[in-house]
């Protein structure tokens, strides 16, 4: 595999005509600023998307990775250290993205979404249909592998498999001396609307905004920190990039050709 310029943030406009010249794929990082818990960044979802989607990149051997999106659709809105934009912003921002994308020349379109979960679906995915019905680009809005990984630790948010892709994507980025299963009550901002925060959502999605935003405690893996192990880590983050990559190829038509 040769060494090619992977980010758009490092290369010339030139360097940008030839990259999309040999693989006209965008790998569009969509993370967030949130709650992860005391042991894990709040950026976690932008730095581990970062990392994967330059891994799915570099076993394609080509593609132009953006910088990772932190306009994330709500969630968590009112956990500490958490920024949510509400539902309509975000589809308005996927829209314009995906216009100015092909504008560029992209034929194909892969949005990660490192921060996950039916609201982010919905504000990222419904766009994409509705631009595919007007253009040949072709989008792919995923937040993991088709299949699940095997290597997989579980855990769901700012758990177990969580923490791993973070201590492959970025070691200064976790902290598991600070982790203790015990502590379990979240640490909120007081005042936030649920009401704002799930505007123009569907109503299940409009559920989960309220659900996640009434939580109190948190329950937390009591084995993390033995299941995070760099070993484990390694595996996991590599079974993701593999599994990500083959289904950015099967959208890309390109299966056949790549075995």
């Known amino acids: 595999m040769s060494e090619r310029l992977l980010h758009w943030a490092l290369m010339t406009p030139d360097d940008l005509d030839a990259a999309i010249e040999h693989l006209p794929l965008a790998l569009v990082p969509c993370g967030s600023l949130e709650w992860h818990g005391p042991h894990l960044a709040t950026g976690c979802d932008a730095v581990r998307g970062d990392a994967i989607c330059t891994g799915v990149a570099e076993r394609l051997d080509g593609g132009v990775v ?11 809105c009112n956990w500490r250290g958490t ?71 579980g855990g769901g948010h700012a758990g177990p498999s969580e923490a ?45 905004v309220h659900r996640f935003m009434a939580r109190e405690e948190y329950e937390w893996d009591q084995d993390l920190v033995e299941k995070v192990t760099p070993e484990a880590a390694r595996r996991l983050f590599d079974e993701i990039c593999d599994g990500l990559a083959d289904d950015v190829r099967r959208m890309m038509g390109l299966t056949a050709q790549a075995e």
């Open 66 to 76: 953006l910088p990772s999106l932190w306009v994330a659709a709500p969630g968590f």
């Open 83 to 153: 920024i949510s934009f509400t539902p309509a912003l975000v589809k308005q921002v996927a829209a314009e993205l995906y216009r100015e994308l092909d504008k560029c020349g992209f034929r194909y379109v892969f949005m990660h979404l490192s921060h996950a979960g039916a609201m982010q679906r919905e504000s990222w995915g419904e766009p994409a249909q509705e631009y595919m019905k007007h253009s040949e680009m072709v989008i792919l809005v995923q937040a993991g592998p088709s299949e699940q990984p095997k290597s997989s630790l």
């Open 164 to 208: 791993a892709e973070m201590l492959i994507s970025e070691p200064a980025g976790i902290h598991l001396d600070r982790y203790d299963p015990e502590e379990t009550l979240l640490p909120k901002y007081d005042g936030c609307d649920p009401e704002l925060y799930s505007e123009g959502l569907t109503d299940e999605s409009r559920e989960s």
